[in-house]
């Protein structure tokens, strides 16, 4: 069991590249390990590169997508890994078009909602300059998808939630007294005057596709 959940948390550490050589007493170690970790197996992930935030649930890894669906990006969706067996995972699905690996649109933060058998993904237009994303219209949204069944393999749409502004991260909490209610907090990259900085809602309804937004904050609200 040590060995399988180890075999876990490299998989998903390998999703997303490690600068370990800034890390004091990192560097000098051998290539691919850290300090109490053991990898015990990887997958290339197609060697597309810009891998980002990956979510668990089962022996299933999400991996979302720095980048977009634009031209030379291939299998810019949401990879499925199973990882039942860690010295060997595997790429067993892909949620691509038309929900994501878009031109121009990020999958950028992942989170899963175990209880409720839900992955979310948060999805924004994204960079040129930094992430090599194809231009167009801002457009952000987070897609819900059922993980029950076999949907854990190829996970299916069930709800789309539009922020009243634009998204960058997000932090999921589930209610420890009623595993049927949870908040996401999203916050979002505006400056103390603008837009809010932090929006808070209610998504225990996701799968009805009714979120409600109890309270946005701006930095002024946050830091003052």
């Known amino acids: 069991m040590k060995r399988r959940l180890l075999g876990l948390v490299a998989v998903a550490a390998l999703a997303i590249p490690l600068a370990l050589a800034a890390v004091p007493g990192v560097g000098a170690q051998e290539p ?17 590169g810009m891998n980002a935030a990956p979510a668990v649930y089962r022996h299933f890894v999400y991996v979302g997508n720095r980048t977009d669906g634009g031209p030379g990006h291939e299998h810019a969706g949401v990879l499925v890994v199973n990882a039942k067996n860690p010295a060997r995972p595997r790429v067993v699905g892909e949620i691509g078009r038309p929900h994501e690996g878009k031109v121009g649109i990020t999958s950028r933060e992942l989170r899963v909602w175990p209880q409720q058998k839900l992955l979310m993904v948060m999805n924004f237009s ?7 994303c194809t ?27 539009v922020p009243s502004a634009f998204p960058h991260e997000m932090f999921l909490w589930v209610d420890p007294s009623d595993a049927d209610r949870a908040l996401l ?20 309804g996701a799968r009805d596709g009714e979120f409600k937004e109890l309270v946005t904050y701006t930095a002024n609200d946050l830091y003052t």
């Open 135 to 161: 231009p167009v219209p801002e457009e952000w949204n987070i897609k819900f998808y059922d993980l029950s069944g076999r949907n854990a393999r190829q996970p299916k749409l069930i709800s789309t939630y």
């Open 32 to 48: 691919g390990s850290a300090r109490n970790f053991e990898l015990v197996g990887h997958n290339e992930l197609f060697a597309r």
């Open 126 to 132: 994204c960079s040129s300059l930094i992430h090599a």
């Open 185 to 204: 907090y999203v916050s979002t990259p505006t400056n103390d005057v603008g837009p809010p900085n932090l929006v808070v809602t209610d998504i225990s």
